[in-house]
């Protein structure tokens, strides 16, 4: 069942970078976050109601769903969104796998649980990977302001992720089950992007184009609903830092996709890449037998 998670999940989420360059136009960015978000919390309060999963919470807990709702549907995509403004959607992939590492190191300083020597070593190897494929990227990135502001903001929004994944961590201790978790999160992080939206004088305009509704129904339901449930069901079955790991592959997905529908041309870099990304899920998820167990087997 982890391995199915993982690899739909990696599907999911590695389509929805082209879901989201079919969602710029007239619609101002926050304004499509909110939107994308808003269907999503509608569908999982009217999905846990009908099928009778929908139970109640304290008060007291509401905090904690407002910094899941911050930190996983809000200010993350706001500072990823704008990252794309200042440098192209392959860099702020590239950077995004940061996660794998804040997760780990997060936890160190968090919760006290030291990283592993294989998670750290097959993320470094899935980051280099990634670093190959779009080496490119990298080449041809300027000294600009305007392009070390992007890279802060992809960063600073990989950080928040991270800890929204403490924040759903720590919710879970608390017995809230998943579903009734995200849904609460999502609510909070709707209404608070949609006041932050407002602050901004953004205009609540809808796009009634095909390609428009079209992302946007991919985005909630496959982007949003099965893959934040997914994800935060790998982090609790595997840790933080192992789920990550699907912020390393989820490119190579996005970037099969602009080969196929954008023209994307593969270069020797590339093509260096993506055995080191193998390599990497191999160190991570791999189990060896311990050299006791070798040595009674032989």
């Not at 391995?3 to 999911?12: C, D, H, N, Q, T």
């Not at 997914?230 to 592959?249: E, K």
């Not at 193998?278 to 032989?298: D, E, K, Q, S």
Request: charged share 10%; hydrophobic share 55%.
């Amino acid at each position: 069942m982890t391995a199915i998670l993982f690899g739909s999940l990696v599907i999911a989420w590695g389509l929805t970078w082209f879901a989201i360059k079919l969602q710029i136009g007239p619609v101002p960015t926050e304004v499509s976050i909110c939107y994308r978000f808003l269907l999503v919390a509608v569908v999982l309060w009217a999905g846990l109601a009908l099928t009778g999963r929908l139970r109640r919470v304290r008060l007291a807990q509401h905090g904690w769903f407002a910094l899941l709702g911050i930190s996983l549907f809000g200010l993350n995509f706001v500072l990823i969104y704008g990252a794309t403004q200042h440098v192209t959607s392959g860099v702020v992939a590239v950077l995004f796998t940061m996660a794998t590492v804040y997760n780990a190191f997060n936890q160190w300083i968090f919760l006290g649980r030291r990283p592993d020597a294989r998670v750290l070593a097959g993320a470094l190897c899935g980051i280099g990977g990634i670093g190959l494929l779009f080496g490119a990227e990298f080449i041809h990135l300027d000294a600009g302001g305007g392009t070390a502001f992007g890279i802060l903001l992809a960063l600073g929004g990989t950080f928040v992720f991270s800890l929204g994944n403490l924040v759903s961590m720590r919710i879970a201790k608390e017995g809230v089950d998943l579903p009734n978790a995200v849904v609460r999160g999502m609510s909070w992080g709707t209404a608070l992007l949609a006041l932050f939206a407002l602050a901004q004088g953004r205009s609540f305009v809808l796009d009634t184009s095909p390609q428009y509704l079209l992302s946007l129904v991919y985005l909630a339901v496959p982007g949003s609903v099965f893959g934040m449930l997914a994800y935060l069901s790998l982090v609790q079955r595997i840790g933080a830092d192992r789920a990550a790991y699907t912020t390393v592959l989820f490119p190579v997905v996005a970037l099969a996709v602009s080969t196929a529908l954008e023209g994307y041309a593969w270069t020797p870099w590339a093509v260096a890449g993506l055995p080191l990304i193998l390599l990497g899920n191999v160190i991570i998820f791999a189990r060896f037998p311990r050299r006791g167990a070798a040595r009674a087997a032989g």
